[in-house]
């Protein structure tokens, strides 16, 4: 049985990629950060009681942060995972301008606190960095492995280093070190104060008379937004080559937040206009205008291709988000993943 660690597991891309591998029959474990209230909704339906007549899976939890070295050298040492997948990070652009050095501590130097641990303890850990489209910043689109970055946020310029020391210790210790550079991806299961889903919350919020306004910021700015689940999928694969490297993993289709909302409300019946109301504050000193992902390399070299498109991604997340809210939702979302993802390792009532 191969052993993965898992670090961000309690996050939207941690929570789909532990599911992924016990269905791959890996023995999964996560790193989780202490917090006051439970921040593990999103792993509980896997997460099994390890006392007598509890435990099914194989799945355990250990407490750690990733601001704290010791913590990962202990892990590493005593896990001797087969695979490391590193998404832990602040992960919010927008809150990187407010949390500059925070951001800095946790998003960049959080990869090198991890590669460290993988190299000092001896580990022969296969290592994935979450690495991120938002590294290209203002770079023309479409963007691929070889587009120069340039990153426009605080989040983005701690990614970049984040990539580089990654590739530094696949070149200077030979660790077999991959980046995943993922473009945005979407689900039920995103953040809420990312700008999909917040739409989309909202969406159901309004049909369900509890909310009258969404105030928005930007709504010009183009991305690249795919399925996550699908993308958990590119990272497995990354680490199962025979040789490290480095990907870029995205639709081929970019949208505006705009076209978003057309799509959303529209989905319900509803015109956008009518309850959008736009926040200076949620503009952001320097934007990211336009991603779109070339993908091709991933293509020809992983067999990756996403299944689910833009529109479908937006019937997904309103479908859930009306259930989510105990409205009945149009489902063709529902009807959309039932289809495509039949003998699938995720579940609609797990979304
Ligand atoms: P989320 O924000 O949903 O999850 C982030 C995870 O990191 C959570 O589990 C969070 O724990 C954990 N975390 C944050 N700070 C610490 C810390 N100090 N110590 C330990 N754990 C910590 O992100 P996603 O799942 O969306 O993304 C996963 C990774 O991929 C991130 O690195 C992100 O930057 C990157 N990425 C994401 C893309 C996307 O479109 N989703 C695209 C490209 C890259 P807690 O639950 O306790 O907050
Ligand atoms: P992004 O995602 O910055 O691309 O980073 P986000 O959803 O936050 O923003 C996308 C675009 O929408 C605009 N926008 C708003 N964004 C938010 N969050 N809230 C709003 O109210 C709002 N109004 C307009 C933004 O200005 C932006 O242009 C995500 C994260 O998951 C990163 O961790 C990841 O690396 C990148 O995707 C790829």
Known sequence: MKKALIT????????????????????????????????????????????????????????????VPESLMDLIYNIQPDEI?????????????????YTGNITGLGAIRVLEAIRKSGCKARFYQASSSEMFGGAKPPQNEQTPFEPRS??????????????????GYGLFA??????????????????TRKITRAVAAIMAGKQRYLYLGNLDAKRDWGYAPEYVEAM???????????YVIGTGEAHSVREFLDEAFGYVGLDWHDYVRIDPRYFRPTEVDFLL????????????EPKVRFH?????????????????????????LAERFSSGWHRWEHQ
């Not at 997948?85 to 050095?101: I, W």
């Not at 991959?178 to 700008?195: D, K």
């Open 8 to 67: 961000g597991i309690t996050g939207q891309d941690g929570s789909y990629l532990a599911e992924f591998l016990l269905s791959k029959g890996y023995e999964v474990h996560g790193l989780i950060r202490r917090a006051s209230t439970f921040n593990t909704r999103r792993i509980d339906h896997i997460y099994r009681d390890p006392h007598p007549n509890g435990g099914e899976l194989p799945f355990y939890l250990h407490y750690g942060d990733i601001s």
């Open 85 to 101: 997948y590193h998404l832990a990070a602040q992960s919010h652009v927008r809150v990187s301008f407010d949390m500059p050095e």
């Open 154 to 171: 605080p989040y983005a310029a701690a990614k970049v280093y984040a990539y580089w020391v990654t590739r530094n210790y696949r070149e």
């Open 178 to 195: 991959c980046n995943g550079i993922l473009f945005n991806h979407e689900s039920p299961r995103r953040g809420e104060t990312f700008v």
């Open 236 to 246: 497995w694969l990354m680490l199962q080559q025979d040789r490290p490297d480095d």
């Open 293 to 304: 992902a070339d993908a091709s390399k991933a293509r020809r070299e992983l067999g990756w």
């Open 312 to 336: 479908e991604l937006v019937r997904i997340m309103v479908d859930a988000d009306l259930e989510l809210m105990g409205l009945t939702a149009p489902g063709e979302g529902k009807r959309i």
